[in-house]
């Protein structure tokens, strides 16, 4: 089986097994205490306290562990925002953040505050000129990942920074998905990071509070961790999160270099090799290890669970929203395509051979999974046949077109999941002459970004879409 979700949980790094099976024997006393076995602990949580912000690239009094990665966003959110009441209660954050990020966004305005989400472009990132323009005199917070979690692509974090210092507005960087690749650039304020992402043990997080900035912990007050985050340290998990730092961090350089070569073969066979697809996110400012593309006429669930049976463990989407039937807010944000996504995250010493055999696998899983859909030839001139296929009947939830007046058809897709209405929009936009306009009823919201995403792959004609009885009606005009 091939581990392709890194970014989803790294495999455990062998030195953090090591780090971790040594420090069970001498990391199980309270660390406040002064007896000798306390002592024992504090100096292994000491040590593993100053690898960690060595490699952060922060002092260690500024640095705590927390229960996770998920946590320390919350607690280091909060922490700011109520530090700076005073000064106002508007947090910015961007389109694409975690979803850690953005529940916490949501608990804010929840709560009474002002959110102002930065939307980005069509690669993922942010423009440092839009986010300087969201910041206001009554912004306690701006909000930035490093790098995103399902494209890869990486933030322009010191432009937005040297925007936020100008405006007097700390900035919290999620470096999660980064942080096992090399420090952060720029002057941000607070930092968080994850270590199962990096091949440290899970339930261990990193906050970092740069001094200077206002800081106020929520919740009952703890003498633990420098009252920002509560409860016993799991001391044996933390110092195996900070010895696989230290240790991920020493081979970051060549490995980057390997795995950027292995994700570049992906990137560029995979339009090669199956027919209608999209890659996404920044081809050069990107992680090493992160690929995602999209493939239209596929159903993304479908699509995983045949690369599972293949031996392959790939992600769709986001982690955090791959188990719903909407769209991941990145890729609604990116207005990218969305249907047959598909998340490839390479762990570290990952071998070639297997990057070959899933390009070799990749073809004729698409094939079969848009075969059981209908989406062969009879996705009309247009899509044109799916590679080594015939025609195939169409789909038993296949929606019927009905002629409209003049040059137009309407497909009525309603109650029809994604990908079933682009597919019946391929299949009847040869019924129209040039000029003419298909229209595609739909209640999916996976449509919203397909349909247009579909448009622009084929050269065809969006129009629009405006709301009708139980779904929406989606414009297309033929181009060609």
């Known amino acids: 089986m091939s581990y392709f979700d890194a970014a989803s949980s790294a495999p455990l790094h062998p030195v953090a097994r090591q780090a971790l099976q040594a420090s069970l024997d001498d990391g199980w006393a309270d660390p406040a205490r002064l007896y000798r076995e306390g002592r024992r602990v504090r100096l292994l949580l000491d040590a593993a306290?100053?690898?960690?912000?060595?490699?952060?690239?922060?002092?260690?009094?500024?640095?705590?562990?927390?229960?996770?990665?998920?946590r320390a966003v919350h607690s280091g959110i909060a922490g700011a925002l109520s530090g700076r009441r005073r000064v106002g209660g508007h947090l910015v954050v961007s389109a694409v953040e975690h979803s850690s990020v953005l529940h916490s966004a949501a608990a804010h305005e929840a709560g009474g505050g002002s959110v102002t989400e930065v939307p980005v472009g069509r690669t993922g990132a942010v423009d440092p000129g839009t986010y300087a323009a969201a910041l206001t005199g009554r912004t306690a917070l701006a909000c930035l990942q490093s790098a995103n979690h399902e494209t890869g692509t990486e933030q322009p974090v010191?432009?937005?920074?040297?925007?936020?210092?100008?405006?007097?507005?700390?900035?919290?960087?999620?470096?999660?998905?980064?942080?096992?690749?090399?420090?952060?650039?720029?002057?941000?304020?607070?930092?968080?990071?994850?270590?199962?992402?990096?091949?440290?043990?899970?339930?261990?997080?990193?906050?970092?509070?740069?001094?200077?900035?206002?800081?106020?912990?929520?919740?009952?007050?703890?003498?633990?961790?420098?009252?920002?985050?509560?409860?016993?340290?799991?001391?044996?998990?933390?110092?195996?999160?900070?010895?696989?730092?230290?240790?991920?961090?020493?081979?970051?350089?060549?490995?980057?270099?390997?795995?950027r070569g292995l994700v570049d073969r992906i990137r560029a066979s995979v339009g090669e090799l199956v027919t209608d697809v999209e890659?996404?996110?920044?081809?050069?400012?990107?992680?090493?290890?992160?690929?995602?593309?999209?493939?239209?006429?596929?159903?993304?669930?479908?699509?995983?669970?045949?690369?599972?049976?293949?031996?392959?463990?790939?992600?769709?989407?986001?982690?955090?929203?791959?188990?719903?039937?909407?769209?991941?807010?990145?890729?609604?944000a990116m207005g990218v395509l969305s249907e047959g996504n598909v998340r490839v995250s390479?762990?570290?010493?990952?071998?070639?051979?297997?990057?070959?055999?899933?390009l070799e696998v990749l073809p004729g899983v698409v094939r079969s999974v848009r075969e059981r859909l209908g989406a062969g030839t009879g996705t009309g001139g247009s899509p044109g046949p799916v590679r080594g296929t015939e025609a195939g009947p169409p789909a038993d939830a296949a929606a019927e077109p009905r002629a409209g007046a003049g040059a137009e058809l309407v497909v009525d897709a309603l109650g029809k999941r994604?990908?079933?209405?682009?597919?019946?929009?391929?299949?009847?936009?040869?019924?129209?002459?040039?000029?003419?306009?298909?229209?595609?009823?739909?209640?999916?919201?996976?449509?919203?970004?397909?349909?247009?995403a579909w448009c622009e792959m084929r050269g065809q004609g969006y129009e629009?879409?405006?709301?009708?009885?139980?779904?929406?009606a989606f414009r297309v005009r033929r181009v060609s």
């Open 49 to 70: 306290r100053e690898a960690a912000a060595e490699a952060v690239g922060c002092r260690p009094d500024e640095l705590v562990f927390t229960s996770s990665g998920t």
């Open 158 to 259: 010191a432009e937005v920074a040297d925007a936020c210092r100008a405006a007097g507005v700390p900035l919290l960087v999620d470096a999660a998905q980064s942080l096992g690749w090399g420090p952060v650039d720029g002057g941000w304020s607070l930092l968080t990071a994850s270590a199962h992402k990096w091949g440290g043990p899970a339930g261990v997080g990193l906050l970092a509070v740069r001094k200077g900035v206002r800081f106020v912990p929520q919740g009952p007050a703890d003498e633990r961790e420098s009252g920002r985050a509560a409860g016993f340290e799991n001391v044996p998990a933390i110092v195996a999160a900070a010895a696989s730092l230290r240790a991920v961090r020493a081979g970051a350089a060549a490995e980057s270099v390997r795995l």
């Open 279 to 332: 890659v996404v996110g920044d081809p050069v400012r990107r992680l090493p290890h992160l690929v995602t593309f999209s493939c239209l006429y596929v159903d993304g669930e479908t699509l995983l669970h045949e690369l599972d049976m293949a031996g392959f463990s790939v992600s769709s989407g986001s982690s955090c929203t791959s188990s719903t039937l909407t769209p991941s807010h990145v890729l609604r």
């Open 418 to 452: 994604c990908p079933i209405p682009v597919i019946e929009l391929a299949k009847v936009i040869g019924d129209v002459p040039v000029g003419g306009v298909v229209t595609v009823l739909s209640d999916d919201e996976a449509a919203r970004l397909d349909v247009p």
């Open 464 to 472: 629009g879409a405006h709301p009708v009885d139980g779904g929406t």
């Open 346 to 358: 390479l762990p570290l010493g990952v071998a070639e051979a297997e990057v070959d055999r899933f």
